[in-house]
């Protein structure tokens, strides 16, 4: 039998060693309070990349290469992969950060589909 301590122990080094960069443009056609969208406030989505073993710093640096940060382009850059707890069977596992809440088998409205 599997003990409480067991369930709730998770460690992937290689999953908590990737990273997702999105990249935003400023975009004057997106309203302030436009609360239909994703999207930060007039920022525009462009793109998601994921990287490994590397540093937001680094990150960063490698993407304003491509996307001028003086052009209007800006980087959020988040941990991609996620510790959730199945609300079942009460074990720890990892999902995308982006993953929806309806997806994940961390949400009451995933079981009761």
């Given at each position: 039998?599997?003990?409480?301590?067991?369930?709730?122990?998770?460690?992937?080094?290689?999953?908590?060693?990737?990273?997702?960069?999105?990249?935003?443009?400023?975009?004057?056609?997106?309203?302030?309070?436009?609360?239909?969208?994703?999207?930060?406030?007039?920022?525009?989505?462009?793109?998601?990349?994921?990287?490994?073993?590397?540093?937001?710093?680094?990150?960063v640096e490698h993407l304003s290469e491509g996307w001028d940060p003086?052009?209007?382009?800006?980087?959020?850059?988040?941990?991609?992969?996620?510790?959730?707890?199945?609300?079942?069977?009460?074990?720890?596992?990892?999902?995308?950060?982006?993953?929806?809440?309806?997806?994940?088998?961390?949400?009451?409205?995933?079981?009761?589909?």
């Open positions: 039998m599997i003990s409480n301590t067991e369930k709730l122990d998770l460690h992937d080094p290689i999953k908590e060693s990737y990273l997702t960069a999105e990249i935003y443009k400023k975009d004057k056609r997106i309203k302030n309070g436009n609360n239909r969208t994703k999207n930060k406030v007039g920022l525009k989505f462009i793109n998601s990349i994921d990287f490994n073993n590397m540093t937001e710093d680094e990150i003086k052009n209007g382009y800006s980087f959020q850059v988040n941990k991609t992969y996620i510790k959730r707890k199945n609300i079942i069977s009460g074990q720890m596992f990892y999902e995308r950060y982006d993953t929806p809440y309806y997806c994940s088998p961390s949400s009451e409205t995933y079981w009761s589909m």
